[in-house]
């Protein structure tokens, strides 16, 4: 019989490829998506048919556990969260809702309601924030510099706690960045792309970016799915991480954008004090041998054709808006 899934953030980056991914192995996907006035379905719009959806929101215990009883999962992937970093200076105490507490109310409702389903935590290499050491591994002590790390550090061990407690079978990724064409547009690198794109067309001037000397592993979302689904497929419950091995710059980020498009990037991007954070994480770098060794979890998308996949992507999307603005 086929499997079930449950997805929190099924409208976000990973739970569209997530979906996609668990749809092709023929599982019954089911997403949770909260309320809201506007369409919110845009990154899975193609999948929109094949999919379950289902009300409840990670702010609302008895909402999650309702859902949960109805739908019975044999595997649930807690990808909701608010996951940008920035946002969690400024909304600290939702960030702790969303993201640390979440969690905790997830693993609860399971508990009650549907013990044997499998659990993944998206958890996230910002819980190393001023690093430990280098490279980061699954060892490696945390020491989050943002509200939001702080808050997945939480999430993280009362994943652990559960798994010790209740002996459920719950996981966590310690994921690198990844990205892809469907990123949201606050992140770094899709800022990048949408922008150079933009500004290949015609459409705009320059770009504007805080901290360039900030070091990430990235990696393409595409990829990162496929080792959480590969979690859920062990014997036994562990955490993993997943990345690279690479750490790249902002700055080489921005150079290989341009430089796709054959733009000089110093003629277009401004440094604006409004994007330094208040605290920084300087350097992120992978050690995902034990994901590879284990799970058998290898990379498909190397730094540079991430990077030019990115910038198609948003060139095409560039040349639309040109046209339609052409037209009108
Ligand atoms: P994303 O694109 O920002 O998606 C976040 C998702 O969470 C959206 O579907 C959003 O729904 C949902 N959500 C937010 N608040 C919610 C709430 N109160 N109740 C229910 N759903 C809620 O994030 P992503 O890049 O796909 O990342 C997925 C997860 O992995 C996140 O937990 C993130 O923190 C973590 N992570 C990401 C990375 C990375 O590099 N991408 C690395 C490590 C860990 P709406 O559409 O309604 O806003
Ligand atoms: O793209 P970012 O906003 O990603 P960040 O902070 O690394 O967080 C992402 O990865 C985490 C995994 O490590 C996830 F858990 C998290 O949910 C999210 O997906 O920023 C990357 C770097 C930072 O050092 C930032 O200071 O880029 C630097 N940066 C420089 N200028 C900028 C900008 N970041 C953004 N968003 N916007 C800028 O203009």
């Known amino acids: 019989m086929a499997k079930t899934?449950?997805?929190?953030?099924?409208?976000g980056q990973d739970g569209s490829y997530l979906a996609e991914l668990l749809l092709s192995k023929g599982?019954?996907?089911?997403?949770?998506?909260?309320?809201?006035?506007?369409?919110?379905?845009?990154?899975?719009?193609?999948?929109?048919?094949?999919?379950?959806?289902y009300q409840a929101d990670l702010l609302d215990q008895s909402s999650i556990a309702g859902v949960l009883a109805e739908v019975q999962p044999d595997e649930v992937y807690n990808l909701g969260a608010q996951s940008f970093v920035a946002t969690s200076w400024s909304?600290?105490?939702?960030?702790?809702?969303?993201?640390?507490?979440?969690?905790?109310?997830m693993l609860d409702a399971i508990r009650q309601v549907c013990p044997k389903a499998r659990f993944y935590q998206a958890s996230s290499s910002e819980m190393y924030g001023k690093v430990q050491a280098v490279p980061q591994k699954e060892d490696t002590p945390f020491y989050p510099r943002s509200p939001?790390?702080?808050?997945?550090?939480?999430?993280?061990?009362i994943t652990v706690n559960y798994r010790e407690s209740y002996g459920m079978f719950a996981c966590s990724g310690i994921l690198f960045n990844h990205e892809s064409p469907r990123r949201g547009l606050e992140f770094v690198t899709r800022k990048i792309t949408h922008h150079v794109a933009r500004i290949k067309m015609g459409l705009e001037k320059e770009l504007r970016l805080g901290n360039l000397d900030a070091k990430r592993d990235w990696g393409f979302a595409g990829d990162y799915v496929v080792a959480m689904w590969l979690m859920l497929q062990q014997d036994k419950p562990e955490d993993?991480?997943?990345?690279?091995?690479?750490?790249?710059?902002?700055?080489e980020f921005v150079e290989i954008a341009f430089d796709r498009v054959g733009l000089d990037w110093k003629k277009y991007v401004v440094i604006d004090p409004k994007f330094i954070r208040p605290a920084e994480v300087d350097l992120l770098l992978s050690d995902p041998s034990k994901a590879q060794q284990e799970l058998g979890w290898r990379l498909t998308v190397p730094f540079h054709k991430l990077v030019h996949m990115m910038v198609d992507s948003d060139l095409a999307i560039a040349r639309q808006q040109k046209m339609l603005r052409a037209a009108a």
């Open 91 to 105: 909304q600290p105490v939702l960030t702790a809702e969303f993201t640390a507490v979440g969690v905790t109310r």
């Open 240 to 251: 993993y991480v997943v990345g690279t091995g690479e750490t790249h710059t902002v700055r």
């Open 27 to 53: 599982y019954r996907v089911c997403g949770m998506v909260r309320r809201s006035s506007n369409d919110s379905l845009q990154r899975i719009e193609h999948l929109r048919d094949q999919i379950e959806f």
């Open 5 to 11: 899934a449950f997805i929190t953030g099924i409208t």
């Open 148 to 157: 939001y790390g702080v808050a997945k550090v939480y999430g993280h061990y």
